[in-house]
């Protein structure tokens, strides 16, 4: 008789393909925005509330946003090695939004300033994990085939808390005030514990025909069964020479690899953490250089800044998913070093309508419209390289995985894969205002964009010839 393995109704829809994205990319969403929200409120919490010296606001500040980085790039290792011993990632994932609920109430409620390193040290653990569970849950419910467009779209919530968390933060602080404005992120959180509750997550490894660790129990299961045992089992009985031989077995099943020493000896695996790294590198570049620039150079105020930080990071929003699914069908190589390479030309020229000779010809006006037209562009052929290198480490994960299914552990190493990926993001996103601001106050904003397009050709470069 068959046995029926279908859900109840109001159970199908709590383990639907649809429910699981929507709980990832609303958990992903949040804690991109708290990465910004309190940014724009720090001085009114330093000075107000903690009564600090408003002498020292902006060094406060940013010691604040340099730890929420070096917190990420410290937490991801450890909860990625967690991570891979659990099959089920609902645990982890409700576990890292009580962190991250239990931070943010700390870092909004604290009258003290050790109170508030400690709330941000704990929202950037939770981050941290919350993200490394998302990836994982949402790759494995893609599949080998859709891996690409998957993580497109979660770069594309990624992104739209990236960009809406300062906006908000500042937005909510002016118009409704201090308590109301902590109460978005508040209730984000709250439901999304809450669709964590609910949803039940599926058996990946059953959906997805391809999955390394299902072969791998298939195959397990063929070699355990001889096509002669019998249907029916028999009496259990004792067999020295066989329980030896199995005692003797099992530790060679349980002998697992270190995933970072076998996975960085491949160059593939170095030129994807330099794809993640170098467009993190360059989104912090932005972030450090362009509000002085334009303020100095065209007389640019807040909003045009803004509006400038819009242009650029709104099509990223849009377009990832549709080059994630073109990674799918052509693959990594081929789209992302176009992109780079395409960025060579872009950066370059960033830095031309700003200078004096244009502003010396009369042309103003001319010079910002072919400054925002070249931000405009700049956008557009980001959106190609930008998720690349975590696709491409997913990629090379598989191809070992397909030999050796549990080289890296019962369930793979897919967390600790994401793990390196947010190291790199991270690493990237410290050493960018680093690297750049030297570079723009010793050489000048046009040669440090020359030295920017410089590079994006040199990662076009390295992305054709190893990946």
Not at 150 to 157: A, E
Not at 194 to 201: E, K, L, P, T, Y
Request: charged letters at 10%; glycine letters at 8%.
């Amino acid at each position: 008789m068959a046995v029926s393995t279908k859900r109840p109704t109001f159970q199908g829809w709590r383990s639907s393909s649809q429910f699981v994205i929507a709980t990832a990319c609303l958990a992903m969403f949040t804690e991109s925005l708290l990465a910004g929200f309190p940014v724009p409120m720090l001085p009114y919490m330093l000075e107000e509330r903690l009564h600090n010296d408003p002498s020292k606001t902006t060094a406060t500040i940013n010691s604040l946003l340099s730890l929420h980085g070096l917190a990420s790039i410290l937490a991801a290792p450890s909860c990625a090695a967690l991570f891979d011993t659990i099959s089920n990632q609902k645990i982890p994932l409700y576990l890292a939004l009580v962190l991250c609920l239990a931070g943010t109430a700390l870092f909004a409620i604290t009258t003290t300033s050790w109170v508030l390193y400690l709330g941000r040290i704990l929202q950037a653990v939770a981050a941290s994990a919350a993200w490394l569970a998302c990836t994982t849950m949402l790759t494995e419910l893609a599949g080998s085939a859709r891996a690409g467009a998957m993580l497109g779209l979660s770069m594309s919530f990624s992104t739209l808390g990236t960009v809406s968390g300062p906006m908000l933060g500042g937005v909510l602080l002016g118009w409704f005030g201090y308590w109301p404005a902590w109460s978005l992120p508040m209730v984000l959180l709250i439901l999304d514990m809450i669709a964590r509750f609910v949803m039940i997550q599926p058996d990946y490894h059953l959906l997805d025909s391809q999955s390394p660790i299902r072969l791998a129990n298939r195959s397990k299961l063929c070699q355990n069964v001889p096509e002669a045992s019998p249907f029916l089992p028999q009496s259990p009985s004792f067999d020295p020479d066989t329980t030896t031989k199995a005692e003797s077995s099992s530790p060679a099943t349980t002998e697992y690899r270190n995933y970072y020493t076998v996975m960085l000896q491949d160059a593939g695996m170095w030129a994807a953490v330099l794809n993640t790294m170098s467009q993190a590198a360059l989104r912090a570049a932005f972030n450090a250089t362009l509000p002085v620039y334009l303020r100095d150079t065209f007389n640019w105020g807040p909003s045009s800044v803004g509006a400038i930080f819009f242009a650029l990071q709104v099509p990223i929003i849009f377009l990832s998913p549709l080059f994630g699914h073109l990674r799918d069908r052509v693959g990594m190589r081929y789209p992302t070093a176009v992109g780079w390479a395409l960025l060579c030309p872009l950066m370059c020229y960033l830095g031309v309508p700003g200078r004096d000779v244009s502003q010396a010809s009369g042309k103003h006006t001319d010079a910002e419209v072919a400054f925002i037209v070249c931000i405009c562009g700049i956008g557009l052929v980001m959106s190609s390289v930008q998720g690349a290198g975590s696709f491409h480490m997913r990629f090379l994960l598989e191809e070992v995985e397909k030999d050796t299914p549990t080289l890296f552990g019962p369930n793979g190493g897919r967390a600790r894969c994401f793990a390196l990926v947010s190291i790199s993001f991270n690493v990237g996103l410290m050493l960018g205002p680093v690297v750049t601001g030297f570079l723009f106050e010793s050489a000048g904003y046009y040669y440090m964009n020359i030295a920017l397009g410089a590079a994006c050709m040199g990662v076009a470069v390295v992305t054709f010839m190893f990946c």
